[in-house]
């Protein structure tokens, strides 16, 4: 086999894998990229017949070794992915679905994702509905749409919260200005913005929420609606 490296990381590449391009034809078969228990293949045609499927398989990626080449927030777990393209020349097409497992973003634990994606050549935009299991428990539903080629108002989501755990949210926030979160959401939020600048409106109940702040020395408790729009909670 031949070998591929990514910053020192080795992946080996299957002999086998043939690929073509002829007209507006492209071909793969067999192609098999392995690192250890890691693997991602492609099988299939993609050519202007819709009939025609190019598959792909994504197995026990390892996140942490994706997070260090991309070298930004510290994050980990497993990636597994599958799904198909097709004519990627006039009308694409990909539907895929994913999970991540033991999610962890600066040691705190996420949760499991689960995701099925469809691109809409429609509206040039990415359809997602997913979930995130927190501790064996559902937490909340996303369903929406990601715009890829907008810059900007690229983000129309729903966030639905069953009684979400929102101790999660401990790893995006410095522990010298707030730790200890603990408490549950129940509602629905509207996200919109961008990626970079996301928005977030609507209203949810916070049951039984605290903090230590960190600046203040002690821990505050709130239960009730907290109103949410682009300004902040209220």
């Known amino acids: 086999p031949s070998y591929l490296s990514i910053q020192e990381l080795k992946w080996e590449v299957e002999n086998a894998s043939e690929f073509s391009i002829k007209n507006d034809t492209i071909s793969v078969q067999d192609f098999e990229l392995r690192r250890n228990q890691q693997l991602i293949t492609l099988n299939g045609m993609a050519s202007t017949d819709r009939d025609q499927k190019l598959f792909f398989n994504v197995e026990n990626i390892i996140l942490e070794e994706l997070s260090m080449l991309l070298n930004k927030v510290p994050f980990a777990g497993t990636l ?63 369903l929406g749409n990601y715009y890829p080629f907008k ?26 200005m707030v730790k200890g979160i603990s408490g549950f959401l129940d509602g629905q939020l509207q996200v919109s913005g961008s990626t970079n600048q996301p928005v977030l409106e609507g209203d949810i109940h916070l049951i039984s929420g605290s903090a230590n702040v960190g600046i203040l020395g002690t821990r505050f408790g709130v239960d009730g609606i907290i109103e949410v729009d682009e300004y902040g909670f209220y």
Not at 90 to 100: E, L, R
């Open 80 to 142: 597994a992915s599958k799904g198909y393209i097709s004519d990627p020349f006039n009308d694409f097409q990909f539907i895929g679905s994913g999970k991540i497992d033991t999610l962890t973003v600066k040691n705190q634990l996420i949760g499991n994702i689960n995701v099925n994606s469809e691109w809409i050549e429609g509206i040039k935009g990415l359809k997602l509905q997913g979930d995130l299991d927190y501790r064996n428990a559902q937490t909340f539903d996303f």
């Open 151 to 176: 810059d900007e108002d690229n983000l129309d989501f729903n966030l639905d919260f069953d009684k979400t755990d929102i101790s999660f949210t401990n790893a995006f926030f410095s522990p010298e």
